[in-house]
């Protein structure tokens, strides 16, 4: 019934839009309170609050709040143009920094400067800039406009029709700003630092210089202006474990945290003002030192030197939104719809029994769809076209060639390795990211396709480097036939000292094994191959052997033959049997959001196909949100991690991207799975 359910909202459905919120303002009447106002727009007290942190302290008369506009209200919003700033390009500026500094979108740029659609934006060439008031259809309301005109650096210019036509001016800061004409004095302390009088008052030092521009170097006892709010804590003086560090254009919580050798939490709770969110300009106390004593700035560059994978913090995107443009987003997946009888529910359970990639397909689009509906409580608006490939190349091609794809910020999908290199290559041209969702084959070197699931090469990479790094002092055994003779040549050569045996007849004895275990040390054993009868009689009698030895199973990759009734699962748990995953199974005992909304939803726990969707669908809209671009959020080298899967994607060296991370997972005596240490 589920894959109905999916199959049925598939067809009501080829686009999906999923918008984020939109607001209005409300003017503070006498005698009016936070619950009065909360029931009046039906909002909760803790969402008026949280949008408008200031009435905390009590209202004011004619105060202004912003208020969540319900989706009828919004959809009745019409935005119109009605001016242009005409706009000189400059040097290294693109669509997206120039969307964000007139606060419009990237679409409605290229909507009024119709080369654009066809050609990249060109340095010295003049566009139009579109200025949009939001007309409101219903007659009374209050209209929160767009910028009219080119707004100084870090101001949102926001203008207020009243019901009468007349409009009122206000501003909103996008990052720390001193208010114009108002101001109060300073007495600076002794020690005190224009650092962290700047972050005293939210103000960036060159905000408070401009105020004070005779001031020079700062001596105690001299009066300054400064702003008139101030943030609820004293000026920090610094000293020798910290000092002060003005946040740069586009950097991020994730290279900061790298770049003081400090955790997200501890920064945060040095800086108090980062709960809000990371903004340029911004303040920041900052150690020092690393854990060990070592200074900061006697530490190697950690550019040279990367952490891998596995030691590198992960970064939680959700907290970094700045790109609040819808995302237009493709789904391109092998459905085979025009096998289905539109008025045969029988018809359409018959063929998702026979076909496993439809049911795959359908599983994975399901997962998107929730991600979707994830993004949205986020804030993200998400414009989704999705095609059904029909397993075909020429379709995917013929796709492409017949629609629009010129304004595609991403396309997930398709399926296969075959498909997705065609449309990677059919998109090349339009530098459209294409994301392969679930080929585990070597994909070739196309710049603008990304691989999101690592392939079974890179798997037993990971786990020869885990092998490496943490076998020393191990007594380390090789178990492999003559089917897996290159990869026993590999663990070889990274594993020098390692014993090796050699499976005759696919069998292998008990005392053959104990004959090379050492019962004083830990005994690593690397079981290769897949041959079923060789698996079983091997982890049997490493089974038996466990008894009197401290005996650990590896192997560099899970197949499918470990799964098999002749493997006892009982037995790879007493050998804590260890193999490299491109995911890690969710465990049904803790609570997870996405988890409970699908079994609530559908009535069935997700498995991996449909976890896969969630997963990859949201961390492409964060992506895009956070960073901007996909290639921007690889440049920034950040690994993210969902449900059960993680991202770490970096260039092919002869074009295109890979996912570098893998996890290292271990079963254990209660058959559960856990990341190894």
């Known amino acids: 019934m589920r894959f109905v359910i999916i199959i049925c909202l598939f067809f009501q459905v080829l686009t999906t839009n999923a918008f984020g919120q939109a607001y209005q303002y409300h003017t503070v009447a006498a005698g009016e309170t936070v619950y009065s106002i909360s029931k009046k727009y039906d909002i909760s007290q803790e969402t008026l609050l949280k949008l408008n942190p200031e009435a905390k302290e009590g209202l004011q008369v004619n105060a202004k709040l912003v208020i969540p506009m319900s989706l009828e209200q919004s959809e009745t919003a019409v935005k119109k143009a009605v001016s242009f700033n005409s706009h000189k390009v400059q040097k290294k500026e693109t669509l997206y920094s120039l969307s964000k500094q007139y606060g419009v979108s990237v679409e409605d740029i290229k909507k009024y400067n119709k080369q654009l659609y066809s050609k990249e934006l060109q340095n010295g060439e003049t566009i139009q800039i579109p200025v949009f008031v939001i007309e409101e259809t219903a007659p009374g309301k209050v209209i929160i406009s767009e910028r009219k005109e080119r707004p100084a650096p870090g101001k949102v210019i926001i203008e207020e029709r009243n019901p009468d036509g007349t409009n009122s001016r206000s501003s909103a800061q996008t990052k720390p700003s001193a208010q114009t004409g108002q101001t109060r004095e300073h007495i600076i302390l002794p020690k005190e630092t224009k650092y962290g009088i700047a972050r005293k008052y939210g103000m960036t030092v060159k905000e408070l210089d401009e105020l004070n521009p005779r001031a020079g170097v700062l001596q105690p006892g001299t009066m300054i202006r400064v702003n008139t709010d101030v943030l609820d804590q004293p000026v920090i003086i610094t000293n020798d474990a910290y000092e002060f560090y003005e946040v740069q254009p586009q950097e991020t919580m994730y290279g900061l945290t790298r770049r003081f050798q400090i955790d997200d939490d501890s920064l945060i709770a040095l800086n108090p003002a980062l709960k809000d969110g990371l903004k340029w300009g911004m303040i920041l106390k900052v150690p ?390």
Do not use: C
């Open 288 to 677: 020092t030192k690393d854990a060990k004593g070592n200074k900061l700035e006697d530490i190697a560059d950690l550019g040279e030197n990367p952490l891998p994978a596995s030691e590198m913090s992960k970064m939680d995107l959700s907290k970094n939104i700045k790109n609040y443009d819808t995302k237009n987003l493709v789904l391109m997946l092998p459905y085979n719809l025009s096998k289905i009888n539109n008025d045969s529910i029988s018809n359409a359970k018959e063929l998702i029994k026979k076909d496993r990639v439809l049911r795959i397909s359908l599983d994975f689009y399901s997962g998107a769809l929730m991600a979707i509906e994830r993004a949205k409580e986020l804030g993200i608006s998400t414009n989704l076209r999705v095609y059904d490939t029909q397993n075909s190349s020429g379709k995917v091609s013929q796709t492409i060639a017949a629609n629009d794809f010129r304004n595609v910020d991403a396309v997930i999908g398709p399926l296969l390795q075959a498909t997705s290199e065609e449309a990677a290559s059919s998109l090349m041209k339009l530098r459209v990211p294409v994301i392969s969702p679930m080929t585990n084959r070597e994909l070739r070197a196309i710049p603008n396709l990304y691989q999101s699931r690592p392939s079974d090469d890179m798997l037993r990479e990971a786990m020869i480097v885990y092998l490496q790094n943490n076998s020393q002092g191990k007594n380390v055994i090789i178990v492999a036939d003559g089917a897996s003779s290159a990869i026993k040549a590999k663990l070889v050569g990274s594993l020098p000292s390692a014993r090796i045996l050699n499976p005759q007849s696919n069998n292998i004895t008990e005392g053959t094994l104990a004959s090379v275990l050492d019962k004083s040390r830990e005994n690593w054993v690397i079981l290769e191959s897949e041959n079923i009868a060789l698996l079983g009689s091997a982890t049997s009698a490493l089974n038996r052997l466990a008894r009197n030895n401290r005996i650990t199973l590896f192997t560099t990759y899970k197949n499918n033959t470990f799964e098999s009734d002749v493997v006892n699962n009982e037995h790879l748990g007493e050998l804590t049997f260890h193999f490299p995953s491109e995911y890690k199974e969710f465990d049904e005992s803790v609570a997870d959001s996405f988890v409970d909304a699908y079994k609530a939803k559908y009535g069935y726990v997700p498995n991996k196909y449909t976890v896969r969707g969630y997963d990859l669908t949201l961390d492409v809209l964060l992506r895009l949100a956070a960073m901007g671009t996909i290639e921007e959020s690889v440049n920034a080298n950040i690994i993210t991690e969902y449900v059960e899967n993680k991202f770490l994607y970096k260039p092919k060296t002869n074009g295109g991207f890979y996912n570098d991370a893998i996890y290292i997972m271990q079963m254990n005596k209660d058959l559960s799975l856990s990341i190894a240490k």
